[in-house]
């Protein structure tokens, strides 16, 4: 049985206008040995969330067998933070990003879903332009499961902020 087809609203229309920063955020950050990285990227990412997000929103880290204390730092944050949650492979169970990537989608609550990479060379201060620009260019998109049908669009650039980080991977 297919899932029923989410429908953005128009560009033009009120909800629309209303909706940036409004829907339901998932951000999933997948993670391999990044205890180095990732604190200060979770850490930008979740002030920014709190202090920017008018919706409902989650991060998940996906620590996919990291030899390192990655899981163990996320594992700290999870009592003062509700909106964090953790997944694990398992120490040394590495499957490979993508399928970090696609447990966390899987286990995601929200409407919408952000990859961010832990390195944080794109910062989430560039969703809300990214959010915008979405709309514009895809007002009729409709999403079954994992195929978008968006037919007729020409491909554009959307300019986000990114910086680069020394050892990223």
């Known amino acids: 049985m297919r899932p029923p087809a989410l429908r953005l609203p128009s560009p033009r229309s ?34 920014h969330l709190s202090t920017t997000r008018r919706g409902p929103w989650e991060i998940i880290v996906v620590d996919d067998g990291s030899h390192d204390s990655t899981c163990e730092f996320v594992a700290a944050r999870l009592a003062a933070e509700p909106r964090l949650r953790l997944l694990s492979s398992g120490r040394g169970a590495n499957r490979g990003k993508g399928a970090a990537l696609a447990a966390g989608a899987a286990a995601a609550r929200g409407d919408l879903l952000l990859l961010l990479d832990a390195d944080g060379a794109t910062p989430l201060s560039a969703l809300p332009a990214l959010e915008r620009r979405a709309r514009e260019l895809f007002p009729s998109l409709q999403i079954r499961g994992w195929a978008y049908d968006a037919r007729g669009y020409r491909i554009a650039s959307v300019p986000v902020a990114w910086r680069d980080v020394e050892g990223s991977k």
């Open 14 to 47: 009120p909800a629309a206008q209303c909706t940036v920063g409004t829907a339901s955020l998932s951000v999933i950050i997948p993670a391999y040995d990044e205890a180095e990285r990732l604190p200060r990227t979770l850490e930008e990412s979740l002030a």
